[in-house]
């Protein structure tokens, strides 16, 4: 069983930057791929990142070059760093992991102001 609490959200003006944590309790952790999803109102969540096990990251297209996902196996946490940020980042993100994502923390809201 994998437990994961985010960490790092907040207010932020456009332009900005924020970074979160996901911090992970379980030892199988560090074998899982992990991903950050976000979700707005109404909507389902989408994927922003993901990193595997061995650090290798992925990125959606709309984050390309404005956000960094990195691990760090020996803490059990994964970061999602966000430069740049816009007013359509606004959202609630979510830590995910496993292959496929089945397990979820709370979420943390992230709110930019313009």
């Known amino acids: 069983q994998v437990q994961l609490v985010e960490s790092g959200g907040g207010l932020v003006q456009a332009g900005g930057s924020l970074g979160l944590s996901c911090a992970a309790s379980?030892?199988?952790?560090?074998?899982?791929?992990v991903g950050w999803f976000r979700q707005f109102p109404g909507n389902e969540r989408e994927l922003v990142a993901r990193?595997?096990?061995?650090?290798?990251?992925d990125y959606a297209d709309f984050v390309k070059g404005r956000f960094t996902i990195s691990r760090n196996n020996a803490k059990n946490t994964v970061y999602l760093q966000m430069n740049s940020l816009k007013s359509e980042d606004t959202a609630v993100y979510y830590c995910s992991a496993g292959n496929p994502m089945r397990y979820w923390g709370q979420g943390t809201q992230v709110t930019v102001s313009s």
């Open positions: 379980g030892s199988s952790f560090r074998f899982l791929t």
């Open positions: 990193i595997t096990p061995g650090g290798i990251p």
